[in-house]
């Protein structure tokens, strides 16, 4: 498979997450959706999170995780592949250790 095309469904699906968890999760905390990373074969994609304040990411990570049924059909109906990757999500790490550099460079 093309890496142009990789690239356009990896983008695809990074927009259609960030769509579905704007509309379906609370005000309480804002959930960036950092990166996907796609699988060579395309069965598979791992959804990147950053979750603001901190404090909630536990609650914002068990939000999308309870509902990634949902997720997967609001994907699969934007998505027009077949068959439509496997969905899994993770808080990006190196998005928080970015944080993290960011904050000490600003402290000086």
């Given at each position: 498979m093309s890496e142009f095309r990789s690239e356009k469904i990896t983008?695809?699906?990074?927009?259609?997450?960030?769509l579905f968890i704007e509309r379906e999760?609370?005000?309480?905390s804002m959930i960036?959706?950092?990166?996907?990373?796609?699988?060579p074969d395309n069965k598979r994609a791992k959804i990147m999170i950053s979750v603001l304040p901190q404090e909630?990411?536990?609650?914002?990570?068990?939000?999308?995780r309870?509902?990634?049924g949902d997720l997967r059909k609001y994907v699969s109906k934007g998505l027009?592949?077949?068959?439509i990757p496997f969905l899994e999500v993770e808080i990006d790490e190196g998005e928080k250790n970015r944080?993290?550099?960011d904050e000490l460079l600003i402290q000086g």
């Open positions: 983008n695809h699906i990074k927009e259609l997450a960030a999760a609370g005000p309480s960036t959706v950092t990166r996907v990373l796609l699988s909630k990411e536990k609650a914002a990570y068990g939000f999308i309870r509902n990634l027009k592949i077949n068959p944080q993290r550099i």
